[in-house]
């Protein structure tokens, strides 16, 4: 009888480390598609800016005066959002390190727990 017990409590012990290291994958799968979405994005607004800097130097080259000023206030906004996207992606980063120590140390215990059983 004990025997069953602990062989079922070591599959359930295996089980679940094997669903913890599948959340493990899961969370490093996301965040890598997040890291690249993110550097797409960046390459984006980058690419965007450049393009209105170069259409609002084509105003200002027209004798445009508010174009100087639409100039400055579209560095400022794009240094904000630059800014802002970086504080998140470190957040987040911060967030995926800590959830990934975190399924680890269940993973461990799982493996302990398991350890400790007799094998009959």
Aim: proline letters at 1%; glycine letters at 2%.
């Amino acid at each position: 009888m004990e025997q069953t017990n602990n062989s079922k409590l070591r599959t359930e012990y295996n089980q679940k480390i094997i669903e913890t290291e599948q959340q493990i994958d899961v969370l490093t799968h996301t965040k890598r598609q997040l890291q690249d979405l993110s550097e797409l994005l960046e390459g984006d607004l980058v690419r965007d800016l450049r393009n209105l800097q170069n259409l609002n130097q084509e105003l200002v080259s027209g004798g445009n005066r508010e174009a100087s000023w639409f100039q400055e206030d579209l560095i400022d906004r794009q240094r904000k959002l630059k800014q802002y996207l970086q504080q998140k992606n470190q957040e987040f980063n911060q967030e995926c390190f800590s959830m990934t120590e975190q399924l680890n140390e269940e993973r461990i215990q799982f493996q302990e727990e398991r350890n400790k059983l007799p094998w009959d």
